[in-house]
């Protein structure tokens, strides 16, 4: 999976997350210049682009379980799948409403507006692209530091704890003298 792939994936679940969470119903009437808002937003972050290949995909899987099961009919299996995908090709139409109407709940015209200027910016374009690496290399520097402080957190709790048990072990005897 690309960089920008996976850019796309953190601001899909972000938004559907944030919906999911915070939102009640998606059942709400938007105004076609929301909806348009949403649908130029979702344009701008492909934030349904990894969704383009499913029905390919899931073509060319039943092809190859039919085939293997059949291996007889492979014209006849070919032909009867690429005939059933391009009807149902239009479908895909029903996510991008679908998911303009998640960004359409979870976002106002304006904040829509100005995410797609963002997004549509060499910044945006750069924040898709790169924002994976940028991510991964975050968590890994996170993780060596986390791992620092545990090691030093744990070293200087001993260490002072061994002090101050020596510190005890001492006091008894300094005060008999």
Avoid at 15 to 36: C, I, W
Avoid at 108 to 124: K, M, P, R, V
Avoid at 151 to 162: F, H, K, P, T
Wanted: no cysteine.
């Amino acid at each position: 999976m690309t960089l920008a792939k996976r850019a796309r994936l953190v601001a899909i679940g972000a938004v559907m997350g944030l919906a999911a969470l915070s939102l009640p119903s998606l059942a709400q009437e938007f105004s076609e210049e929301h909806l348009k808002a949403a649908r130029a937003t979702i344009a701008a972050l492909g934030a349904t682009d990894e969704f383009d290949n499913v029905l390919p995909i899931a073509a060319q899987q039943l092809k190859a379980e039919l085939i293997q099961q059949s291996p007889n009919l492979v014209d006849e299996i070919n032909r009867t799948v690429d005939e059933k995908a391009l009807e149902l090709a239009s479908r895909r139409a029903d996510l991008e409403k679908e998911v303009a109407s998640i960004y359409a709940q979870a976002f106002s015209i304006e904040e829509l507006n100005a995410i797609n200027a963002f997004y549509s910016s060499e910044a945006g374009k750069a924040l898709i692209t790169k924002g994976p690496l940028v991510s991964r290399e975050t968590l890994a520097a996170a993780e060596i530091w986390r791992n620092g402080v545990m090691r030093d957190l744990s070293q200087q709790v001993i260490q002072a704890l061994g002090e101050a048990l020596q510190n005890q072990g001492q006091q008894p005897a300094e005060k008999k003298d």
